[in-house]
């Protein structure tokens, strides 16, 4: 009887991380108050700042180009975990058996591809073009004048702090010796660690 309410204790404490990860829509690292300010900063600059004469026009430019660019990777990682958080709810999975989180190899991934495809954008003329059809259509809305400008790839310098950021919302990646521990085999030997073949 008293040994039983250390082990209740222990279980709710190690089931705690995974209870609360299940709460909301796992995309954290994008509803946080860096990306939002970030987002409320490429908002005014984009419908205010720029052509106002308030700041430079060289000054407008790039603070879209910083602010847009840092919140991109964070974006393409809370869309694509959202997805699989709906499809699993849509399968009736338990969000706990999933392990749908942002990881450091997703970080790094979109990183890796809105890094690349915003150096194309500023620096292939038909990446341009097909960008702001995309944005066009996607997000009407949204559009935005955009230019071919190497000179904006300075901008790429945000991406070692996005990762900094980003990396707090992080958890490892499940390995792949962790998925047997849960078999039946595995279930049946824990119950009973003492038992033995005859």
Same mark, same amino acid.
Do not use: D, N, Y
């Given at each position: 009887m008293g040994g039983s309410v250390p082990d209740s204790a222990s279980n709710s404490a190690t089931a705690l991380p995974a209870a609360s990860g299940s709460r909301g829509l796992p995309c954290r690292e994008l509803v946080s108050p860096i990306p939002l300010s970030a987002l409320a900063v490429l908002f005014v600059n984009d419908h205010f700042l720029k052509g106002a004469s308030l700041l430079p026009g060289v000054l407008t430019g790039k603070l879209s180009d910083f602010a847009g660019l840092f919140c991109l990777p964070l974006l393409l990682t809370a869309v694509f975990n959202c997805s699989r958080w709906l499809l699993s709810r849509s399968f009736r999975m338990k969000f706990e058996?999933?392990? $749908?989180?942002?990881?450091?190899?997703?970080? +790094?991934?979109? $990183?890796?591809?809105?890094?690349?495809?915003?150096?194309? +954008?500023?620096? $292939?003329?038909?990446?341009?073009?097909?960008y702001v059809a995309a944005v066009s259509w996607l997000a009407p809305w949204a559009a935005h004048h955009v230019v071919t400008d190497p000179t904006d790839l300075v901008a790429l310098a945000v991406l070692p702090f996005n990762y900094w950021y980003g990396q707090s919302f992080a958890s490892p990646a499940p390995s792949r010796g962790s998925k047997p521990k849960n078999d039946i085999i595995g279930k049946v030997f824990q119950q009973d660690p003492n038992r033995r073949t005859t």
């Open positions: 058996e999933t392990g $749908i989180a942002l990881t450091r190899r997703q970080l +790094v991934a979109a $990183i890796s591809i809105a890094g690349a495809g915003f150096a194309l +954008v500023k620096m $292939i003329p038909a990446a341009t073009a097909a």
